[in-house]
């Protein structure tokens, strides 16, 4: 018989790119109000894409994350993937994350879907971060910011953010 794997507590760490990430597109003026059904479905997508890409030993999950930091950040990739395991989201892997996922056909790479089922989200949960990026990415370039440059200023100010 096998162990039940009791449930741990998630890091502050963890926590605060969560909140980072919301409060980046709430910066940008895109996040529905709270406690809306479209609002709890973004909190859900980006807590549960997190928890997927951190926690999943799925094979098509693990391989889609190290393709799409490979192909987006090339020689930081590593390091990128490795601080991601540390810390949670950072703008560097949310963006190989949406990069990748509007890749011709990945989603019908054998197995990705039914990793990303385990963890109750799919290509439609997929496909609102994507919208969301995209708008908030056009709504700091108005304001002469980037998605990077905002993401990393709410980041310092989360729980769990690194005293530089």
Not at 45 to 55: D, E, G, P, T
Not at 93 to 115: M, P, Q, R, Y
Request: charge should be negative; avoid cysteine.
């Amino acid at each position: 018989m096998q162990p039940v794997a009791q449930p741990s507590r998630t890091s502050s760490v963890y926590i605060g790119s969560v909140m980072a990430l919301l409060a980046t597109f709430e910066d940008a003026g895109i996040l529905p109000p709270e406690g809306t059904p479209q609002a709890n479905g973004i909190i859900k997508a980006v807590i549960q894409f997190q928890s997927a890409f951190l926690k999943s030993t799925h094979p098509a999950i693990r391989q889609f994350f190290t393709d799409a930091h490979r192909v987006t950040l090339g020689p930081r990739a590593e390091e990128v993937e490795t601080a991601f395991r540390q810390t949670g989201w950072s703008a560097d892997t949310f963006d190989a994350v949406i990069t990748a996922g509007h890749t011709n056909n990945v989603w019908n790479a054998e197995g990705l879907s039914e990793g990303f089922r385990e963890f109750n989200i799919g290509k439609p949960d997929f496909d609102i971060l994507a919208r969301l990026y995209e708008e908030s990415r056009a709504a700091f370039s108005t304001q002469g910011k980037t998605f990077q440059q905002v993401y990393t200023q709410r980041r310092r100010e989360m729980p769990g953010a690194k005293s530089e």
